[in-house]
């Protein structure tokens, strides 16, 4: 809804605020700011919906259904990002429509919907997707019809497709630092390892063992609950019988909600640290559904937090409140869903071509220094190169950032012994 | 029996409308529609075979079952992993740990192919699986219930719990069953590549083709002397049996009639969409399958037919009008049509359309109108019965 008004009130008026400032540069410049783009002939030999001043891309989430309450925030991401760039001039000098689709948080639309996008509309790219499965679905359609997708969530890796860019971390890059850190700083020996059963946690926890017994510690549990699972009673007096020092957890959804809250009406304290609670899966987004009290002083491995201090980060935020209102917050994925628009103009414009060949052959060395997180660069793999951070749940619902890798960290989608 | 010429039964006004449905599937949306629409039409009439299954079970025989989901996802499954063996052979999957398996098994640390996905491996046997399957857990259940005379309301919960445990079951397992996921990445059949239109058109075609052959198959036994039955113990089930009938056969019978044609639909989907996921199998798409043949109309198998193309093809097409609205349309279409026509499209076609053709009959050729075959008058009668 919240998108809806942004659209019908106040877009006309920040467009016409936007092009009454453009207008002394515009007399400067004495040419008109949308004919600078190249004829559409050369810039489209496979019959995109290119024309010579529009170029249609698709938007593909879940607005209705479970999945919704975590996609909308790609949604806005992917938005706002598609009007920034129309305000600094398109693509090529043309400007982006959208043409969104609802995936209905079932994995069998999303690949309707491709279809649809792909083969009706010939869209030029897609932003879209968030879990696994529905990337699993949507994947074997970009294939075939040589689309492009640019896929926001962190994920489990193995799997490289020629069709998509992965803006969000594959599971090394959320994992190795995280418990890393955990060792260095908080001198951690022992983990206990939870998760929903899915790809994703088993995926990451075979990860983290790994990683957790080449520095010859221990893990002392490994668990995993159905999607949706709401009592944790048993596996909390576990933990509380083998005293991990660590928790590392990977419960996603609604599930969420229950864990926090049975946590901590056991009597479990997090801002103890005793356990310490490392997850990979809960971002601002999830804390508004769980209530900050409940999750306070418990720590996150993501590569951005919504408090991150940096002048693209402050930009981003107060553009992103300013178009869906004061009380939004911002995880993770909706950041990653950010990039993903821009790194598509970059690599469209490095390649001269909307083209999905050359926009593909012109991705691997993209460097984007205005993102919120900092800086990303796209590697060979279609990955993105990005920071580690460690941030501490506030009882007000944001991450406070206690730890940042000095380097960006290179994306591993098939790490050895876990393929 | 009257029309025991398939030629007079042709002409007659049954026959009629399936000349009409066969005209629309055969010719008509074939030339209006390009491939990429015909392919979703193939896609709703895969759900068109359990509308046709239930019409059958619930319209004709009363057993209520909203876990037809099952049948449909077993059916599916069966293909989906034929299909997935073809697409995993040693080559294309070198990349893995251990080759030749599906990949989501690799993913899982599973390095020995499971011995019941052994018999995939051979297509005859996945053709008789993908009916027999689904009739063999029909089976189990229907004599588990019937025999014990669980009915009704009892029964429908029953078979949603059992819709509930398969979709678990399937989740939990996942380096066995692909999980959450399901089978995905299907790409031949038998060497054909099942993704190029023309292959989409063919399975078209080939699933008109069965949905025909269903039809018939379920015709056949309504108009035999066991329709009657049927009809006779959805409304008077203990007359029927105090008349010496037994009943709880017929019930596991029709039971297992529908499940195949929800597991023959299923084996069709998976071939036209090109994967199988657990999102097919669990409770909600279990109850949107009766809202098709709700909404269609339960006494009537075309009905059922239309009501599954309707059905679908409005949620296609509110989803890509109105994203963010179009569950709320969706929603109001049903109450709509439940509240002011509970005998679905069909019942409405037969209060209204059908005096217009009598008409129209009476006036182009002998007045032999009134003289209706025996499918609609008898739905009709059900109709006033019910």
């Not at chain 1, 004829?39 to 938007?59: H, K, M, R, W, Y």
């Not at chain 1, 995993?224 to 019988?241: A, C, D, E, R, W």
């Not at chain 2, 692909?178 to 078209?204: F, P």
Request: aromatic share 12%; with cysteine.
């Amino acid at each position: 809804m919240k998108s809806q008004t942004y659209r019908t009130t106040s877009r006309p008026r920040r467009r016409l605020l936007a092009g009454l400032a453009a207008l002394p540069a515009l007399m400067a410049l004495a040419s008109p700011v949308f004919s600078a783009g190249p004829p559409t002939a050369e810039v489209n030999t496979t019959g995109l919906a290119v024309t010579d001043d529009t170029v249609q891309v698709g938007i593909l989430h879940s607005i209705t259904g479970t999945m919704a309450i975590s996609e909308i925030g790609s949604v806005q991401a992917e938005k706002l990002a598609i009007k920034q760039i129309n305000e600094s001039g398109g693509v090529l000098g043309r400007q982006i429509e959208f043409v969104q689709e609802d995936g209905a948080s079932d994995w069998p639309t999303f690949a309707e919907k491709t279809r649809k996008l792909l083969r009706q509309d010939n869209v030029a790219a897609i932003f879209g997707c968030w879990t696994s499965a529905s990337r699993k679905a949507v994947l074997p359609v970009m294939e075939q019809f040589n689309g492009m997708l640019y896929y926001p969530t962190f994920y489990e890796g193995l799997e490289q497709s020629p069709n998509v860019i992965y803006t969000g971390q594959e599971a090394t890059q959320q994992i190795l630092a995280g418990i890393d850190w955990a060792v260095k700083e908080k001198g951690a020996k022992t983990f206990y390892l939870l998760g929903s059963d899915y790809i994703w946690p088993r995926t990451s926890n075979k990860i983290a063992r790994k990683h957790i017994e080449k520095k010859g510690l221990k893990v002392v549990g490994e668990e995993y609950y159905p999607l949706g699972h709401t009592q944790f009673n048993s596996v909390i007096n576990k933990i509380k019988l083998r005293k991990p020092d660590v928790i590392f957890a990977s419960v996603v959804g609604g599930s969420n909600v229950a864990f926090y809250k049975q946590m901590k009406a056991a009597g479990v304290d997090f801002t103890k640290e005793s356990p310490l609670l490392l997850t990979i899966s809960v971002t601002e987004d999830e804390i508004r559904g769980i209530g900050g009290e409940n999750v306070e002083g418990i720590y996150a491995s993501m590569k951005y937090f919504q408090s991150l201090e940096n002048p693209n980060n402050e930009e981003f935020v107060a553009a992103f409140k300013e178009a869906y209102g004061d009380d939004m917050v911002i995880g993770d994925v909706t950041q990653a869903a950010y990039l993903g628009p821009w790194l598509w103009k970059m690599a469209v414009e490095k390649a001269g071509s909307f083209d999905i060949d050359k926009i593909r052959e012109a991705s691997p060395g993209i460097e984007f220094k205005k993102a919120p997180e900092g800086y990303v660069r796209i590697h060979e793999n279609h990955h993105l190169w990005s920071k580690t951070r460690i941030g501490r749940a506030q009882t007000n619902g944001q991450y406070e950032v206690v730890y940042e890798t000095k380097e960006l960290m290179e994306p591993d989608p098939f790490p050895e012994g876990y393929k | 029996m009257k029309n025991s010429s398939p030629v007079k039964w042709l002409v007659s006004r049954e026959g009629l409308y399936y000349l009409a449905l066969a005209v629309l599937l055969v010719l008509v949306l074939p030339a209006l529609l390009d491939s990429f629409r015909l392919n979703m039409v193939g896609k709703y009439l895969t759900y068109a075979f359990v509308a046709v299954g239930l019409v059958m079970c619930w319209g004709k025989a009363g057993i209520l079952s909203l876990g037809q989901g099952v049948f449909f996802g077993l059916g599916g499954y069966c293909m989906a992993m034929f299909l997935k063996l073809e697409a995993s052979t040693p080559e294309a999957t070198a990349q893995q740990s251990t080759p030749g398996i599906p990949d989501f098994m690799d993913w899982n640390q599973v390095t020995e192919l499971p011995w019941f996905w052994e018999p995939f491996h051979s297509f005859s046997f996945t053709l008789l699986a993908v009916i027999a399957v689904p009739m063999i857990l029909a089976f189990i259940i229907g004599v588990a219930m019937f025999k014990r005379r669980v009915g009704g309301v009892y029964f429908a919960i029953i078979t949603q719990a059992i819709a509930s445990i398969l979709t678990i079951l399937i989740i939990g397992q996942q380096g066995y069953t692909g999980g959450v996921n399901g089978i995905t990445d299907l790409q031949t059949l038998l060497g054909w590549n099942i993704r190029t239109d023309e292959a989409k058109t063919t399975l078209y075609f080939v699933c008109v083709a069965m949905l025909f052959l269903c039809l018939f198959v379920a015709r056949y036994v309504q108009n035999s002397k066991f329709g009657r039955i049927l009809v006779a113990m959805r409304d008077q089930e203990n007359r029927v049996r105090f008349s010496g009938y037994d009943v709880a056969s017929f019930k596991v019978f029709i039971f297992c009639l529908a499940a195949a044609f929800a597991g023959i639909g299923g084996a069709l989907f998976t071939l036209q969409v090109g994967f199988m996921s657990p999102s097919f199998v669990g409770i909600v798409p279990s109850i949107e399958m009766v809202v098709f043949c709700a909404l269609g109309g339960r006494y009537s198998l075309l009905g059922g037919v239309y009501g599954a193309l309707l059905v679908n093809a409005a949620k296609s097409g509110f989803s890509e009008s109105f994203p963010e609205l179009w569950p709320y349309a969706m929603g109001a279409l049903f109450i709509g049509v439940v509240l002011a026509f509970p005998n679905g499209l069909a019942g409405l076609y037969q209060r209204y359309v059908m005096p217009l053709e009598d008409r129209l009959f009476k006036r182009g050729k002998s007045g032999d109108a009134g003289n209706d075959d025996a499918a609609l008058s008898g739905s009709l009668g059900a109709e006033k019965s019910s």
